[in-house]
């Protein structure tokens, strides 16, 4: 489990190179990495191109060139990602039905859970767990944060923001 | 099926030729109305409180100013201390007795302000509106039960009236709607020759038209491919197109359309909708980059952001995943035809615009039909 959030980490913290909001995400099938990516939303010019979209795509055209079924596939998928999935993540793995996601740190502005729980509204729930490594990818939104807008005033709540 | 739920009378009618269907879209001259918060309709939440009906109406000001200083009623600032004789004092809650009664907030009041003692000659338990009304109506309705505080909002007033879109607006709103229904038309006529309106509206699919109103052209448009790709929604194919006419974009269902303000329509589409719509303008402004805005030192403005200021009109209400990918885009107004009860995220399931906590709402419009 550490290991596969120590990878998503890793592709976060290349995100953050890039200049992207670091957030970095695997998918496993039996404890077995099936997709890896990150947020590529500045370079594609669509603020969708989130790390768990850019997974979910890589999966489909895997099981497109392998004429498997993805909808049986992602039964058995768990996400791993570093932040909460957002609302529109959520609901695209709601969608699919993955077995479960674990996530490294809350996210306190688009949160599926945190900000609106979706599973309110879905049939289908997967396995939600938070807090694994959340200090590291918490770290990384700090430096990104920081980085990008010098200017930005300091946040009123203490709470931080993603 | 959800659609079996609506109401009689938002339903189109299922023998409808499509041709009939889109005309009707297109020239009905019925006013589009706002998906509001709860708080503009459903009735009214109500509070507790106790009140005092005071000795002598002449120490009611006095009374007040203690009241005002002791007992702040901080979230119910809506609120008027007084109406006539009865003065509030604070909500039952406050008062830690096992039994709500006037025994009880004679001692809260001996205990908490001394010198207003003696200054009630009877206690009562009454309900006031938890929260301030937002419209005259609500107000009127309010004061039946409370004196409130009300600031009369202009704005507010008129989006929630049936006046709000002027004639030419309602007349560009019902056209880019009718283009939705075009484009379902015109994907799903090339699998079935006789498409009926029931072919379009039981099936589970969607298309979009991204319109930026300050060019009044038509941006991006997309038509779904969730049968093949389940997040290929039309709604997310259109941000990505949108992001194409911005150098951008990262499905690769375009197009290597020389000219980059025309990439977010298919070719084929795009000379059937010019065919259809001889009057609509197609095309995104000129996307600049950073370094070109700053050589020509334009603001940040001169150069279209995501969906910033655009509309989009969608023929079904969108899904969570969808409309959350409208929030992240920063869409300025959404518009929906048909309602979706099983996943609308707009107005059926839940009502995303009026998540405050959401760092970009966008309004939401309805009532095509
Ligand atoms: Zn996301
Ligand atoms: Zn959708």
Redesign the pocket.
């Known amino acids: 489990m550490v290991d596969f959030m120590k990878r998503a980490l890793e592709l976060a913290s290349e995100a953050l190179s890039a200049q992207e909001v670091p957030v970095g995400c695997v998918f496993t099938i039996n404890s077995e990495i099936i997709a890896e990516s990150r947020n590529s939303v500045n370079a594609t010019h669509n603020p969708t191109r989130h790390a768990e979209i850019n997974c979910i795509d890589t999966v489909i055209a895997h099981c497109k060139n392998n004429h498997i079924d993805y909808k049986m596939y992602f039964k058995n998928v768990t996400v791993y990602v570093t932040v909460e999935p957002c609302i529109m993540c959520a ?1 695209a793995l709601s ?1 699919l039905c993955v077995k479960e996601v674990i996530y490294g740190c809350a996210n306190d502005r688009f949160g599926g859970k945190t900000v609106l729980d979706i599973s309110k509204f879905y049939e289908y729930n997967y396995n939600l767990t938070g807090n694994l490594m959340a200090n590291e990818a918490m770290a990384l939104l700090k430096q990104f944060y920081k980085g990008t807008n010098p200017n930005a005033p300091e946040p009123k709540t203490k709470k931080e923001k993603v | 099926m959800s659609e079996i739920k609506e109401p009689r009378l938002k339903r189109p009618k299922m023998s409808e030729t499509v041709d009939n269907f889109i005309d009707n879209i297109i020239n009905m001259k019925k006013n589009l109305h706002a998906v509001l918060g709860d708080e503009f309709h459903s009735s009214i939440p109500l509070l507790q409180v106790y009140t005092g009906h005071v000795r002598d109406l002449k120490q009611l000001s006095k009374i007040i100013v203690i009241l005002n200083e002791k007992i702040q009623l901080k979230e119910m600032q809506h609120l008027k201390r007084a109406r006539k004789k009865d003065v509030l004092l604070c909500p039952t809650d406050y008062v830690s007795h096992d039994v709500k009664s006037e025994d009880s907030v004679q001692k809260y009041l001996e205990e908490h302000i001394p010198e207003l003692k003696d200054a009630f000659e009877f206690f009562k338990i009454t309900e006031v509106p938890l929260l301030a009304p937002k419209l005259k109506r609500q107000h009127e309705e309010f004061s039946k039960i409370w004196s409130c505080n009300f600031h009369p909002n202009k704005y507010l007033e008129k989006l929630c009236g049936n006046e709000f879109f002027a004639e030419d607006e309602l007349t560009s709103h019902r056209l880019y709607m009718g283009m939705t229904f075009e484009i379902a038309r015109f994907y799903l006529s090339q699998m079935n020759s006789s498409l009926e309106m029931t072919d379009i509206i039981l099936r589970d699919t ?1 298309a979009t038209v991204i319109v930026d109103p300050s060019t009044k052209s038509v941006v991006a448009v997309a038509f ?1 491919n ?1 049968q093949y790709h389940p997040v290929q ?4 194919l259109a941000i990505d197109n949108v992001a194409k006419t911005q150098n951008g974009g990262a499905w690769d269902t375009a197009t290597d359309v020389k000219d980059v303000s025309l990439r977010g329509i298919e070719i084929e589409l795009l000379v059937h909708l010019k065919e259809k719509f001889p009057n609509v303008k197609f095309g995104a402004r000129t996307y600049l980059t950073k370094n070109a805005l700053n050589e020509s030192k334009m603001s940040v403005s001169g150069s279209p952001y995501l969906c910033t200021g655009y509309y989009v009109y969608l023929m079904r209400e ?6 959350m ?1 409208l929030v992240h885009a920063r869409a300025n107004r959404v518009f929906y035809c048909l309602k979706n009860n099983r ?1 609308g ?1 707009l107005g059926s399931k839940t009502k995303l615009q009026c998540v405050s906590s959401l760092n970009h709402h966008f309004e939401v419009f309805t009532d095509f039909l």
Not at chain 2, 233 to 236: G, T, V
Not at chain 2, 318 to 323: A, D
Request: hydrophobic share 35%; net charge positive.
């Open positions: 609901a969608n | 969607n779904d969730r929604h039309s709604a997310m969108p899904c969570v995943m969808c409309s990918g996943k995220a």
